[in-house]
């Protein structure tokens, strides 16, 4: 079973993290790093060299020969270009290893491939990399070798951002400033910056990878676009935190020592609802962090996965009918010594600042409501959000008993006077522990959870960065801190006003919270009646990012100027349209390369079958007439839709662009792509599976 690992000495060993820097830089370079790290410092160039001289040779002890600038560009995946460390070769015909403080800091990748969203003509194709110094480098080692990787943000030569990592670094700023005004109004004079923390759960599935080759589908969009339900899906519960298969295991295990060896802290792992799904957990950590971290951890699930003669699929719905992937946001604030701001204690009636801080975390969910679910609009998320497994496309709040009872002590007096208790849980065995409960009972269904002390945004596709959801929420908590603060730094008497604010934002705000069950279809009624934004799609959600509402919001704080929301409005569409063209385009492929020849041999073998059994006698063949009447109906049914997607996707009017173009593809061609799937479905169910070109979800399943 090959050999143990020392835990405790593999976490980090492959990361440039504090302990290192401490071990091999002098004293003097390494406090000015840290204070560039805490306190954004501008970091000088003597300081660089000698940062990137130690950081080569320590990559190089760790095998690495090349470097290269990591970056999150707005396609979703991560980017980078590789360089040898190496110089031009000197007389005597070698090389020597080098690595300047220039190259550490800054690099110019061809921005002109990149998505820009109009921000930039091709023609100015350049780009900027810039070292994110307050996430960690790291050697990779895959079979290119070892490669230094830099985290950095990516701009354009006029400094707007091309990536997702630059605006999360503006809102951690952003909030940052806000919630320190915000505890300093609470007296707190020692924490030095409040953070939001995070920790991001990650879902996806496995396949068998043989299988994975045999499906266009999967290969070309990540999904399946045909395929019908096989007997058993999810419905006996039996897969969730169920025995993990030892061929899972051994993946998962694999793949927890990789993300160690970075620095990712990979803590829970189980079985999820569909059979072949599972989840990964870390421990939160700074945004900016755990977005990387969570890039890192997708790229080492996908590794590892071809290693063991399997894929990992991300996509949020490779499976229609079985539990799609997302990811669930963990997010907090917390200082710099260790205090979180959403902490409520054991009891929140009297925990001021607390009731403040989620009061005004109210009022910007529900002033910002559409944005925040832009920040999870995915070309693949529009068939999980509102499917009933994962949350509705409403945003509102789940707050639990607990609070929703302190939230209407303030509503109705004003004051809270008394927090519910969790009670004991008594089992009723005497052998078993008697302990107290939790005051408050999860919930499933809400898009945006508070558990315990922190909010949990479930909203995110398994394979979308974490960034914007992050971006969204920090802005628009320090835009209502801002307004908090503006108003309590000017109140003549400080506790009386923190009462009447709070009071005020639990009163005009409480049409956010529902605590409720948020697949009810009466729920959908009821959001609708208090006026909360329902965006069943990407392409509704995206018109969120450039209200004048939204402008105001990031130009406010920023995080983004008016042109950068134009152009990821832009992207958006783009993306949303290059998707379907892509999916539609597979579709028509499969139909003709493969169900259309497949069925047609079908109902040949049966057509012959029936003359055979006639020429025998009188024997009854109305069964197999049966079939074959059917057959050649579904046929004509699949020949009939596709011949309306194909002209729907051939129409695809070439002068539209951006919003109208997406909207072309939603509208026109989605529907024509569901008609063409119905009769390919129910041709599965009636065409020998040996004749079938493709393994079907059962195959793919329940055998990994
Ligand atoms: P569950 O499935 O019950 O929601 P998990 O253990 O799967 O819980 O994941 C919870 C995630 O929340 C973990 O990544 C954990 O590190 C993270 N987390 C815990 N406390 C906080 C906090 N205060 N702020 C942000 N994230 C947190
Ligand atoms: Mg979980």
């Not at 990712?264 to 870390?282: D, F, I």
């Not at 609708?528 to 130009?555: C, Q, W, Y």
């Not at 920023?558 to 579709?587: C, D, H, P, W």
């Not at 390369?593 to 069925?599: D, E, L, N």
Request: include cysteine; glycine fraction near 6%.
């Amino acid at each position: 079973m090959g050999e143990y690992i020392n835990v405790v000495e593999t976490f980090g060993c492959d990361v440039f993290n504090d302990s290192v820097m401490q071990e091999r830089l002098p004293k003097k370079v390494y406090k000015e790093l840290k204070k560039t790290m805490e306190e954004g410092k501008e970091l000088s160039m003597e300081v660089a060299d000698v940062v990137a001289h130690e950081m080569k040779e320590w990559a190089i002890e760790k095998g690495a020969t090349h470097f290269s600038h990591w970056f999150q560009p707005l396609t979703g995946v991560t980017a980078e270009k590789h360089d040898a460390f190496i110089t031009a070769p000197m007389d005597n015909g070698k090389v020597l290893m080098s690595f300047s403080g220039k190259e550490l800091i800054k690099g110019e990748p061809d921005a002109s491939s990149f998505p820009s969203g109009g921000l930039r003509a091709t023609f100015e194709a350049r780009g900027y990399t810039t070292w994110d110094c307050t996430s960690p480098a790291f050697v990779r080692h895959d079979s290119a070798g070892g490669t230094l990787c830099i985290p950095t943000a990516f701009c354009s030569y006029t400094g707007e951002a091309l990536d997702q990592k630059t605006p999360l670094l503006r809102s951690m700023q952003a909030v940052n400033t806000q919630a320190l005004r915000l505890i300093r109004l609470f007296g707190n004079t020692t924490s030095k910056k409040v953070t939001p923390s995070v920790g991001a759960e990650q879902e996806y599935f496995l396949i068998d990878k043989e299988k994975w080759m045999q499906r266009k589908d999967l290969i070309y969009t990540g999904r399946t676009l045909f395929g019908a339900m096989p007997p058993k899906g999810q419905e006996m519960d039996d897969h969730y935190l169920g025995t993990i298969r030892q061929r899972v295991s051994a993946y998962m295990r694999e793949v927890n020592e990789e993300c160690w060896k970075l620095g990712v802290s990979a803590k829970t792992q189980h079985n999820e609802v569909a059979p072949a799904q599972h989840e990964l957990a870390p421990i939160y950590a700074p945004v900016n962090i755990a977005a990387d971290h969570n890039q890192i951890m997708m790229r080492i699930l996908k590794k590892v996965a071809s290693r063991h003669g399997m894929r990992c699929l991300l996509h949020e719905k490779p499976f229609a009918g079985l539990n799609g992937s997302g990811k669930h946001n963990n997010w907090s604030l917390t200082t710099d010594d260790g205090i979180n701001l959403l902490e409520p204690g054991k009891t929140p009636h009297e925990n001021v600042q607390f009731l403040l801080v989620l009061t005004c975390i109210l009022k910007a969910v529900d002033e910002h409501a559409d944005l925040l679910r832009e920040s999870a609009a995915d070309v693949g998320n529009d068939h999980r959000l509102g499917g009933n497994e994962a949350p509705p496309a409403v945003i509102s709040v789940f707050l639990g008993e607990q609070l929703q009872d302190v939230l209407e002590q303030l509503i109705s007096t004003g004051m809270a006077t008394h927090s519910k208790k969790g009670g004991m849980l008594e089992t009723g065995v005497k052998t078993l522990p008697d302990f107290m409960k939790d005051a408050t009972d999860r919930n499933r269904t809400s898009p945006f959870a508070f558990t315990g002390n922190k909010f949990e945004f479930r909203m995110v596709g398994s394979r979308d960065s974490i960034s914007s959801c992050n971006v969204v929420l920090n802005t628009i908590a320090a835009e209502v801190f801002k307004e908090a603060c503006d108003r309590l730094e000017a109140a003549p008497d400080f506790e009386l006003a923190v009462h009447d604010l709070i009071k005020e934002y639990a009163t005009e705000h409480q049409r956010i919270v529902f605590n409720g069950n948020g697949y009810a279809p009466e729920w959908e009624a009821e959001a609708k009646r208090r006026g909360l934004p329902h965006l069943p799609s990407m392409v509704d959600a995206i018109p969120a990012l450039t209200t004048e509402k939204s402008v105001n919001l990031f130009e406010n704080f920023g995080v983004f100027t008016r042109a950068e929301l134009e152009s990821r409005a832009e992207i958006q569409y783009e993306i949303y349209a290059k998707a379907i063209n892509i999916e539609a385009k597979t579709m028509i492929d499969i139909a003709t390369k493969q169900i259309i020849p497949a069925v047609i041999r079908y109902t040949t073998v049966l057509a012959e079958s029936i003359n055979a059994v006639r020429a025998v006698g009188s024997v009854d063949v109305s069964v197999q007439l049966d079939h074959l009447t059917k057959a050649s109906r579904l046929l004509k049914d699949v020949n009939t839709a596709m011949g309306t997607l194909k002209d729907l996707v051939a129409k695809i009017p070439a002068n539209i662009e951006g919003r109208e173009r997406a909207v072309y593809c939603r509208e026109a061609i989605v529907p024509a792509m569901e008609a063409l799937r119905r009769p390919v479905d129910e041709l599965e169910m009636i065409v020998d599976k040996e004749m079938w070109p493709m393994p079907s979800y059962g195959d793919m399943i329940f055998e990994v």
